[in-house]
């Protein structure tokens, strides 16, 4: 039997990146919980037996409210519910692990006790958090909005794609912007059409190929 060490991480800093933005300033919980349901039953043969579904995920992220400043925690939930978009969080400012997942966007409550500074908290469906290195290759998650054309952006969420090098769409290098390590924004280029494999390349490689319908 293998005596395993630990080492803990105190939570003490942090980067939370929901799309294209960097929440960090705002949140003061990021909490990713599952929940099981377990099921009993005493079988014919007189044992009892037990059998556990699938885990569902959720993140609880709980914040201060600011609805003055543009673009803040509060105003990009209530703005973007019910978008499924990739999410990073990184503890202790690169010394610890770094977790990726798919976040729906739910809204906080808005509002609080008088004479308190307002804090809230907004519990999304997420994918099961996957643990993750910093030199993983990057992955594709989603690539919209759909049915754009040659000269328009495109908006390719996932993970990794800090220090991208290129992205390819129908093989033909494109114009890009990265907009935090899970979005990019990308011109699609001229000659790309129909079914495009979309590929971003970074220095820790290339991610599987995404297709996308050019018109």
Known sequence: ???????????????????????????????????????????????????????????????????????????????????????????????????????????????????????TSAVMPCTKPVLVTETAAPAITSITPAGQSVGEVIIVQGFGFTGATSVTVDAIAANFVVQSSTSLAVVIPAGAAGAADVIVTTPNGASPAVSYTVV
């Open 1 to 119: 039997m293998a005596t395993i060490a630990v080492a803990p991480r105190l939570l003490r800093n942090y980067t939370i990146e929901i799309g294209a933005n960097a929440y960090q300033a705002a949140t003061e919980t990021v909490l990713f919980t599952p929940a099981t349901s377990i099921q009993t039953w005493t079988g014919g043969d007189a044992v009892t037996h037990q059998d556990a579904t699938p885990s569902t995920w959720q993140c609880t992220a709980g914040y201060m409210q600011d609805w003055l400043t543009a673009g803040s925690l509060g105003q990009f939930l209530l703005e973007n519910e019910g978008q499924v978009l990739a999410a990073v969080f990184r503890p202790t400012a690169g010394d610890g692990p770094t977790f990726t997942s798919t976040l729906t966007i739910v809204p906080g409550s808005i509002g609080g006790n008088n004479g308190t500074w307002p804090t």
